[in-house]
């Protein structure tokens, strides 16, 4: 367990502000911090969905942000304002993504730029009010919530997988500036968990994940500081067997794969 959090959980109770917390796995991060005692700081586009949680728990310190990750003044403004209230916080979790089907050549552009904009764009964007400051006070953590879709391109997936793809890059990058300030960059790269999201898959989910299983797991990679933790873990194991199939075989296995049926539109 990083050296800041075991501190933070000895002296008051956790303070943690996390993304896409509305709904899937945010929610469920939202929910098993909430169990843990943490003040709690959470983003999200869908303000009433955030307002039934808070109401949900009302013996709980909860401070709600109606915002888009895209929009990085509205994150910034709601980072401030977690600040003032209830100081630096001790884990950031960046979690809000969408993921959308897409075919190049069929006027999917715009709906790449916006899954690009929300996974990749809006994990940085969440990181940024609070990198600098948690440097100078050399303590806190940051998580990314990346995805195993991120390994290899799976067809109909481009802009999910690419996007997930660029945050594992950016988050390793991350981990390594951050380093030498002693605050952890933990990324957690899920398989296939049972949210809205993965409902709307039309094909068999392997390894298939309870949300609130995830979220339990996660949380406790988060305190140990891992740097890298895919759940469920049987995925770990899919994924780096997927990596490193030849391109030739992995091309013809994926070319009558199931795909993520195209939503354009939206």
Known sequence: MPDSTRQAMQDA??????TGASSGIG????????????????VAR????????????????????????????????????FIAQHGMPDVVIANAGVSRGVLTGE???ATFRDVMDT?????????????????KAKRGTLVGIASVA?????PGSGAYSASKAAALAYLEALRVEMRPFGVPVVTIA???????MTAKNPYRMPFLMDA??????????IARGTAFAVFPWPMRVAATMLRALPRWVYDRVFEKAPRKPRTASH
């Not at 169990?35 to 700081?41: I, K």
């Not at 899920?190 to 809205?196: K, L, N, Q, S, V």
């Open 13 to 18: 109770p956790l303070k943690v502000f996390i």
């Open 27 to 42: 929610a469920a991060l939202a929910a098993e911090y909430a169990r843990q005692g943490a003040v709690l700081g959470l």
């Open 46 to 81: 869908r303000g009433e969905a955030l307002a039934g949680f808070r109401q949900s728990h009302p013996d709980h310190t909860i401070s709600i942000y109606p915002a888009d990750v895209r929009d990085a003044d509205a994150l910034a403004a709601a980072a401030r304002d």
């Open 107 to 109: 006027g999917d552009l």
């Open 119 to 135: 996974n990749y764009f809006g994990m940085v964007a969440t990181f940024e009010p609070f990198a600098s400051a948690m440097a």
């Open 150 to 154: 991120g390994v290899r391109g799976l």
């Open 190 to 196: 899920p398989g296939y968990i049972r949210t809205p």
């Open 212 to 221: 609130d299983q995830f979220a339990a797991k996660a949380a406790q990679a």
